[in-house]
């Protein structure tokens, strides 16, 4: 039991704990689960003369909660890397140590960025939060999330590119 | 304790995040090449634990422990649903990353996601800087 926790957790262990925190955040913070808003949230902050509407018209202090929530994903990224893992594999690719690795990174994190503010959601807010609301908008958003990744998979394999 | 309960929120949602290795790009990769079942597995059954909190929250207790009444504000369903999300996926395959890994990957020493992370601000702010010209 001991050692099986320092093993990644199987689907039906950790699947239903991540189903968790939607309560969580709806009964002890009124909240309802996203990630993705961090973004504007950020952007809001380190621009605060930007007169882009998207940005000036968000009150960034009165929703400084997400700020504490992805400070928090740092931290439990941390701990279970480090303290609850006893052999913690690479997150990513190797190719990643490279020009054409970084800058795949930085391309794929606009398409991310951009993507998730158009939507108005990601994999926790639409996917996870939306679709246990049962939200129409998030099973649109959910399905056109697969088609793109599917899409990427299929050109990546046609293609022969490597990643 | 204001802000600070949402820390440790967060900490709980990366802690599970990543032992469940969904911020792991080959697995991402693997799930969009369907070599293993395990990435829909872990996204259905945490819907089905959400969907039956919110379900039960909403028909027993629609307020918070603190007696503050609660609602959950719905998103609209627009273009930028459709053609939004698309982008996104396709970003989620080309880093193997969603939003909420990019973060715990910081944590778990990948620094390498700073990249990402860099990115997908550059790609929010270019989202306020196009939002006028942009269908809804």
Not at chain 2, 30 to 59: C, H, N, Q, T, W
Request: charged share 10%; proline share 6%; hydrophobic share 50%.
């Amino acid at each position: 039991m001991q050692d099986a926790i320092f093993q990644p957790w199987p689907w039906y262990v950790s699947g239903p704990l991540i189903g968790l925190v939607v309560p969580m955040l709806l009964l002890f913070g009124g909240r309802s689960l996203g990630i993705s808003s961090s973004f504007r949230h950020i952007c809001a902050a380190v621009l605060p003369k930007s007169g882009l509407a998207y940005l000036r018209d968000y009150d960034w202090k009165a929703s400084a909660w997400n700020l504490f929530f992805v400070a928090g994903l740092v931290l439990g990224g941390a701990i279970a890397t480090f303290l609850l893992s006893s052999h913690p594999a690479p997150l990513l690719p190797p190719s990643v140590h490279s020009v054409p690795g970084t800058l795949r990174l930085l391309g794929g994190g606009v398409l991310i960025g951009f993507g998730t503010r158009y939507a108005a959601g990601c994999t926790s807010g639409h996917s996870i939060m939306g679709l246990s609301n049962l939200q129409k908008a998030s099973l649109v958003a959910t399905l056109a999330f697969f088609a793109g990744g599917l899409s990427a998979a299929l050109l990546f394999k046609v293609a022969g590119w490597e990643l | 304790m204001g802000n600070w309960k949402f820390l440790c929120f967060g900490a709980y949602f990366g802690i599970v995040l990543t032992k469940a290795q969904v911020i792991s790009a080959y697995k991402i990769r693997a799930m969009f090449l369907f070599r293993e079942p395990d990435l829909y597995l872990i996204i259905g059954s945490a819907v089905a634990v959400g969907a039956l909190s919110v379900f039960l929250i909403k028909r027993f207790h629609p307020s918070t422990v603190s007696g503050e009444p609660l609602t959950i504000q719905g998103k609209a369903l627009n273009k930028g649903t459709l053609i939004g999300g698309f982008l996104f996926g396709l970003g989620w395959f080309i880093t193997g990353t969603c939003p909420g890994p990019i973060y715990a990957q910081i944590g778990s020493g990948e620094f390498f996601a700073f990249f990402t992370l860099a990115g997908a601000l550059l790609g929010a702010w270019l989202f306020a800087l196009l939002k006028p010209k942009l269908p809804e």
